[in-house]
């Protein structure tokens, strides 16, 4: 059993594609490209994604992000956005690194396990003067919440909807 992340990619189409179709938002996890074809992911989809990683093309008020499937050997287990930089409303919201972890996989440490993988990755993309990674959940997703303290997260805000956790950037 081998985890691992592998950023979005034109060779794992299929399955990266079959993620987005089975996936629920939840949470306020954002679950895009269910409304389109498979030929539209792979055409259109996947393409304007790399630009985005790139720091290409990214629509007004978005940052550069990179989606990095987690995966158990064969299997896809999860999805990792990671945004390499925060604007205002990242800063006060959503943050670095928002995930999902398929239902069938949820309750086996893919969450956690996953979140140590993305960690690593944001700080290498993320500017070199950041000292901490931003994570924002739900109030009402206390597994969520828990993954990010078994990571070394602190909570540091909290309204009536989200819980705001800082994890120190790891040394590279």
């Not at 792979?42 to 985005?52: C, K």
């Not at 940052?63 to 896809?76: A, E, G, H, R």
């Not at 690593?120 to 950041?130: D, F, I, Q, V």
Request: charged share 25%.
């Amino acid at each position: 059993m081998t985890i691992s992340l592998r950023a979005l990619n034109p060779q794992d189409a299929e399955a990266e594609y079959r993620f987005f179709q089975t996936m629920p938002e939840e949470n306020g996890f954002e679950v895009p490209y269910q409304d389109i074809t498979f030929q539209e992911f792979v055409e259109t989809a996947i393409p304007e994604r790399l630009l985005s990683a790139q720091g290409l093309g990214p629509a007004i008020g978005r940052v550069p992000d990179t989606y990095f499937f987690l995966w158990d050997d064969d299997q896809l287990i999860g999805l990792f956005k990671v945004r390499h930089r925060l604007n205002d409303r990242l800063r006060h919201g959503a943050g670095h690194i928002g995930y999902g972890i398929l239902p069938q996989f949820r309750g086996q440490g893919y969450g956690t396990r996953g979140l140590a993988l993305a960690i690593k990755a944001c700080a290498r993309l993320m500017p070199a003067a950041e000292t901490e990674i931003y994570l924002s959940c739900a109030r009402t997703n206390l597994t969520s919440l828990q993954v990010m303290l078994n990571n070394g997260g602190r909570v540091v805000d909290r309204d009536e909807k989200e819980n705001y956790v800082r994890i120190p950037k790891p040394h590279r």
